[in-house]
């Protein structure tokens, strides 16, 4: 059975089932939208995966470089974004660096009497003020690059808006920005006395 078996024949019905002007045209229009994401959301995930890449490469040679006496902190990040440029290019990048005595320290809290055992240390609860800031930290890191011994914790996050914006689900989004994070961890070299934590008490307010 076809088609032609159930439609009245009359010069119209036969010419239209006959007719085939704008079926290319017509199929194009359907297919090109799914076909376009499809490219452009490929290139979107190329994108981010080889910036990813760089990122990763570029700080684990930075966390490396800063591990030795007298590294110049400001032209090793530089560096970090120089290597990612070429491929986001409109990113903003973004460094933190935390030390800590030993790695077992890394993202702890400074050390305190958790009285009422919330986790946080509270009003009237003593603490150590380890990293010498003058308040309790839920971590006991310091900024910036330590001193001998010391492990480093090097975080970069690049912020960007992506060459390709199209999504498989959400369609066109020229406003969509990507956010790619890469972590280094490296322990100074041991070029002289490493510092201990403060040991200096304190009450939370």
Do not use: H
């Not at 290319?24 to 994401?37: D, G, M, R």
């Amino acid at each position: 059975m076809t088609l032609r078996t159930f439609i009245p024949r009359s010069p119209l019905t036969a010419r239209l089932i006959e007719a085939r002007e704008g079926v290319t045209i017509i199929e194009f229009a359907i297919l090109a939208p799914v076909f376009l994401t499809l490219v452009l959301g490929s290139l979107d995930i190329g994108q981010m995966a080889y910036g990813k890449a760089l990122l990763n490469g570029a700080v684990e040679r930075a966390a490396r470089n800063s591990s030795i006496e007298g590294a110049e902190i400001a032209a090793i990040d530089k560096a970090v974004t120089d290597a990612i440029k070429p491929i986001l290019p409109n990113g903003t990048v973004v460094v933190d660096r935390k030390s800590y005595f030993d790695f077992v320290d890394i993202g702890r809290p400074e050390k305190f009497t958790d009285i009422n055992g919330n986790g946080t240390c509270n009003a009237g609860e003593p603490y150590v003020d380890e990293n010498r800031s003058g308040s309790w930290e839920a971590n006991v890191g310091r900024s910036g690059n330590g001193g001998s011994g010391d492990a480093v914790l090097y975080t970069v996050k690049v912020t960007y808006k992506p060459i390709f914006t199209a999504s498989f689900m959400g369609g066109w989004n020229w406003n969509s920005t990507r956010t790619l994070t890469a972590v280094g961890v490296r322990k100074n070299q041991p070029y002289a006395n490493q510092a201990g934590y403060g040991t200096s008490a304190g009450t939370c307010s």
